[in-house]
């Protein structure tokens, strides 16, 4: 199945060491939100959005019934230059 090679490029994505550059550190209020870091998976997926470097092969439409299949949701969508040129 294309979708599980697919989730294995994701997962060995997400195991890439980053690293933070601080430019400017702001006091900020609680009332407005927290970090991104702090959220639970269910407020990341209900407010956020997927940045995804869509590998080669699969088609955006397949990346995005993945999601919806992978994720129980109904709505998802794409946009952006998903193909290289």
């Known amino acids: ?7 294995k490029k994701l997962d060995a994505f ?14 900020t209020s609680e009332n407005y939100g927290k ?3 702090e959220r639970t998976v269910n407020e990341l997926l209900r407010l956020g959005v997927i940045n ?7 088609t955006s439409h397949e990346v995005t ?13 794409h946009a952006g230059t998903l193909e290289p040129l």
């Open 14 to 27: 997400a195991m890439i060491d980053r690293e933070w550059i601080l430019v400017k550190e702001y006091e």
């Open 1 to 7: 199945m294309r979708g599980l090679e697919f989730l």
């Open 52 to 58: 995804l470097d869509k590998p080669p092969g699969p």
């Open 65 to 77: 019934a993945w999601i919806k299949e992978l994720l129980g949701i109904e709505r998802a969508g």
């Open 35 to 37: 970090n991104p870091e």
